[in-house]
């Protein structure tokens, strides 16, 4: 342990843009090999750990000063070798089956692999330099198109929200689209969307923002007039109840809360929309349906209860939407560190086989009778013959 500690602290003297760490001392170990990086923001620089297994790659975000400790604690009696990379350095370090270290330091320079890799630009949707007035009104943007330092988060997850989105519309070529945005709210994300459907993807749009709040129907219709969406307009209405008579393409629903996300669920199934994208908010509901004898452990503590019971709800959605006929994937929105409702629903209209179909309904009612549930957009749908 010391004699790594030691090697790890020499080369830690110096910025290291890459590790890799490489050759499991037992074939047990769940990483065949873990890749940490060197990142930065306008806020803030930190390494990022990438865990690779057979199939998957799971990642982890530390602070600079926290990777002494932290390689210890991945590489001693775990893993035999690793490589680094500094700007003027490239060290080799071995750890013999008796527990030696063999540390090996020679100069190179790897100012190249420093361009490839630690300082390439992440191509976001919403690129600095866009004068995009809803971001500059939210203050994420100056006006010159910059991101504020302090906004550099809120950038990031419009954009991961763009992204999403964007990763659904390239599928096809879209000349025009119909999009109800239930449960609007005042944030600008509406208005960021409808510039990323009109200016960047040259999409002619038809954008219903749907609210319960008359003040901010009348607001958000202020502004989009003074950002001349001339096909953005909002309307005051209750998410259970909402007529509309048209053909939907898209349904997307941000938080709206408790089982006003299942009603607009059912609103985008019953409408034939061909996307639907929801965050879900506060989910009630089921935590307090939730009975179970045989799982009680799940429901004796109330924290435990209460976050089981919102990824169960979940879970339920996105079966009831594939049993509907839609392909359905839950998705990490943003980091769980900024916000714990980070679940996004993102459902496509598909052909889902029959056996599929019956699969995901099966797996609902075991859940509903291990638990006692009665989920509300299972009745919706149910009482429609929608599944």
């Known amino acids: 342990m010391e004699n790594l500690k030691k090697s790890i602290d020499e080369m830690l003297n110096e910025e290291l843009f890459k590790i890799v760490i490489s050759n499991k001392a037992n074939k047990d170990l769940k990483y065949n090999k873990i890749v940490i990086s060197l990142k930065s923001s306008p806020k803030n620089t930190y390494y990022q750990i990438e865990k690779f297994t057979d199939k998957q790659v799971f990642h982890e975000n530390i602070e600079v000063d926290f990777l002494s400790d932290k390689l210890i604690e991945i590489i001693y009696e775990n893993y035999k070798q690793v490589a680094a990379w500094s700007l003027n350095n490239t060290y080799d370090l071995k750890i013999s089956k008796k527990g030696k270290v063999f540390l090996n330091k020679r100069k190179s320079d790897n100012s190249n692999l420093i361009k490839k890799g630690h300082n390439k630009e992440k191509n976001y949707i919403l690129k600095e330099g866009m004068i995009i007035e809803p971001l500059i009104d939210l203050g994420v943007f100056t006006k010159e198109g910059k991101v504020i330092n302090s906004k550099y988060d809120k950038y990031k997850q419009i954009n991961r929200f763009i992204e999403i989105i964007d990763d659904e519309i390239k599928k096809n070529d879209y000349k025009d689209l119909t999009i109800l945005d239930f449960g609007c709210g005042k944030s600008y994300l509406t208005f960021v969307l409808y510039y990323y459907f009109v200016k960047i993807k040259n999409i002619n749009v038809k954008m219903i923002g749907l609210d319960l709040k008359e003040d901010v129907i009348k607001k958000c219709n202020e502004i989009a007039k003074r950002y001349n ?19 939907v393409d898209m349904v997307i629903t941000l938080h709206a809360c408790d089982t006003a996300t299942d009603y607009a669920l059912y609103n985008a199934v019953k409408w034939n929309s061909k996307m639907i994208f929801s965050v879900p908010c506060c989910q009630h509901e089921l935590n307090s349906q939730m009975k179970s004898d045989s799982l009680s452990i799940l429901t004796k503590y109330g924290i435990v209860q209460e976050r089981v019971a919102a990824l169960m709800t979940d879970s339920i959605r996105a079966n009831l939407l594939e049993c509907a006929g839609y392909k359905t994937q839950l998705l990490e929105f943003i980091d769980i560190a900024h916000s714990p409702k980070n679940i996004l629903i993102r459902a496509s209209k598909s052909n889902i086989n029959k056996d599929k179909k019956e699969k995901s309904l099966t797996e609902v009612h075991n859940l509903i009778n291990t638990f006692n549930f009665k989920p509300t957009l299972f009745n919706l749908l149910k009482n429609d013959n929608l599944i």
């Open 229 to 247: 969406y001339e096909n953005l307009h909002f309307e005051l209405g209750d998410i259970n109840g909402f007529k509309y008579t048209n053909k």
